[in-house]
């Protein structure tokens, strides 16, 4: 089979959901005007996600499926996925359900008019906690006004992506991958599709408020410098604290000489300050240098244990080996 479209979608622990979406998709590609393949990226799922990718597998060969070695990530589970895309077209989606397939049509109607980059915007969020609204909206607002590029608030994973973006994609080495940024950054003819995202299907949601707030920093670090300038801001500004407070202190020490501000708590006060200001500077620079060790070590971004629907040629190590082999035969 020679797919015109590709989807991915990452799985962990969605045996409950698996089904309506296998129903839901299937719907899908049957009306679709080109061959299409389901790429299941099974992130290290521990119920039984894998053992029914191997049922949907053997029902329909459309079905393909990736198993990763370990629990790698969402943003890197949808990455592997991509690097096994062989379509003209990639659309990435969950597989909660909240991303509607029924959305994919309309942004191939986009595709078809010119656009690289079709991503659904969300207008409204259905059963979510204020919190997580709240949260949410103000961090894409906040990461917009911050980041080196334009990252449209209110977008997730779900997108379209031309065959051209995916190669580019997949050549990207970089191991901290927040894909809605990168995606942004590649350029090309973007616009978006709006919907109303819908709640999870069935079972638990697997996006935590701790994998969320690690998403939203590797986000502001990779795609933006200000938190180090910051670190800076905050020296100068503890510098100007400090001056202030020596000019002070020589004030009451000479005009008022028995004032208790002069003792211990105002000593304190000023370690404590300069103390936080120095680890806050420390973390903040931890994380960038925490990125450029794991880039130096070079290891590959994911592992797989078992893959099916693919033929070898497929596999993005294969590409590698052929581009080396083809480099080796022009030197001779």
Not at 125 to 138: I, L, M, N, P, S
Not at 267 to 292: D, K, M
């Amino acid at each position: 089979m020679n797919p015109v479209y590709s989807l991915v979608i990452p799985i962990y622990n969605e045996e409950e959901t698996l089904p309506e979406l296998y129903s839901r998709l299937r719907s899908l590609i049957d009306r679709l005007d080109g061959p299409t393949e389901l790429i299941l990226v099974n992130d290290g799922s521990r119920d039984r996600s894998l053992a029914i990718l191997r049922q949907l597998h053997h029902q329909d060969d459309r079905v393909c499926y990736i198993n990763l070695a370990r629990n790698f990530g969402h943003q890197i589970a949808v990455t592997a996925g991509l690097n096994f895309v062989r379509g003209k077209v990639a659309v990435i989606l969950d597989a909660d359900l909240q991303d509607p397939p029924e959305l994919i049509p309309e942004m191939l109607d986009r595709w078809r008019e010119g656009y690289q980059v079709v991503y659904a915007q969300r207008l409204k969020r259905h059963r979510e906690g204020w919190f997580k609204r709240t949260t949410a909206y103000v961090f894409y607002r906040l990461l917009k006004q911050l980041a080196d590029v334009d990252i449209p608030t209110d977008t997730g994973d779900f997108c379209l992506l031309d065959r051209s973006v995916v190669d580019i994609l997949n050549a990207m080495p970089e191991r901290n991958r927040y894909l809605r940024g990168l995606r942004s950054w590649v350029g090309f003819q973007q616009t978006a599709v709006t919907f109303e995202r819908d709640p999870r299907f069935a079972g638990e949601v697997k996006y935590t408020f701790r994998k969320s707030l690690a998403l939203a920093i590797n986000g502001l670090v990779s795609f933006s410098q200000v938190p180090l300038r910051l670190s800076t801001y905050m020296g100068l500004l503890a510098a100007f604290v400090a001056l202030c407070m020596a000019v002070l202190v020589l004030y009451w020490r000479i005009f008022v000489p028995h004032s208790p501000l002069t003792g211990f708590t105002l000593i304190l006060v000023a370690i404590f300050f300069l103390g936080a200001v120095q680890l806050v500077s420390i973390g903040i620079l931890g994380e960038y240098i925490g990125r450029i060790y794991e880039q130096v070590q070079g290891r590959p971004l994911y592992t797989v244990s078992e893959i099916a629907g693919f033929t070898a040629l497929d596999s993005p190590l294969a590409g590698n080996a052929r581009s080396r082999s083809n480099e080796s035969q022009e030197a001779r």
